[in-house]
């Protein structure tokens, strides 16, 4: 292990931490976490030092303030704001960008944090007009949700997905990501190519730095995902970390170039929390 990459890693201005497989393990419908080994461990001893964090997931099953509540039973040191979801970056997005009318496929999970921000939800109908389609968790989609969007997405609407990663990493091993395949259908019939706000895209990065307060070059960037976590964390030009204990295995990024693999790889954040300690 080179000696700079171990400083970098101790003199990261800021952390964004991946949630499913990285510090907790749910199951195929995102409940039921539990904590994995050092994970409190290790947010708390950055709490003790003073080093801000936030946890950046791909999951839009539940808001972001709901992931906290669930996350502090599990005694997580976690502030209000400690968790980022798509949502919160499509939020920011859409403003940004002044697409006010928002037609979203998904629960609450995902429509709240659009509403909390001010964008307009539209009702998923035929007649439905929007600026744009929005496509989360939605177990429940159905025909009449795929026309609406089709519709929506014909008369000008643009298309974008929370996530386009396939799976995700539970306790019973991969999950299906619902909107990566909800987003298959829509792109199959209209044509139109969806945009990805979660994870790998650099607006999830850029959105979590601007709420630490640094810029991506100082961040550590640590996931489980070798399609996720490290290629986001390339493209900003920060620190790339895996863990062994999700989707990506001990192997998982050996196919990867030698440029776009982890600049670290540990089991966990057990032992990330070792290395950050200097053990």
Known sequence: MAAAVLTRLREARAFVFDMDGTLVLGDRRNKGLTALPGAVELLEHLGQRGVPFRLLTNGTAHTPQEYVSTLRELGFPLAEDSVLTPSSVAADYFLRRKLQRVLVLGTRGV???????????????????????????????????????????????KLFAASLSPFFATADGKALGTSRAISAAITSITGARATALGKPSLEALRNAARHLGVSTQQLAVVGDDP??????????????????????????FAHLPPDQRPHLTVHGAAELLELYRGK
Do not use: K
């Not at 921000?117 to 949700?145: E, K």
């Not at 399609?227 to 998982?252: C, F, I």
């Open 111 to 157: 429509s709240q944090p659009l509403a909390d921000a001010g964008i307009t939800l539209v009702t998923p109908s035929p007649q439905a007009q929007a600026d744009a389609v929005y496509v989360g968790w939605h177990r429940g989609f159905n025909m009449d949700d795929l026309d609406a969007a089709c519709n929506a997405v014909w008369h000008g609407a």
């Open 227 to 252: 399609g996720l976590e490290v290629p986001m964390a390339h493209r900003g030009g920060a620190l790339a970390v895996a863990v062994n204990t999700g989707l990506g295995g001990a192997d998982a």
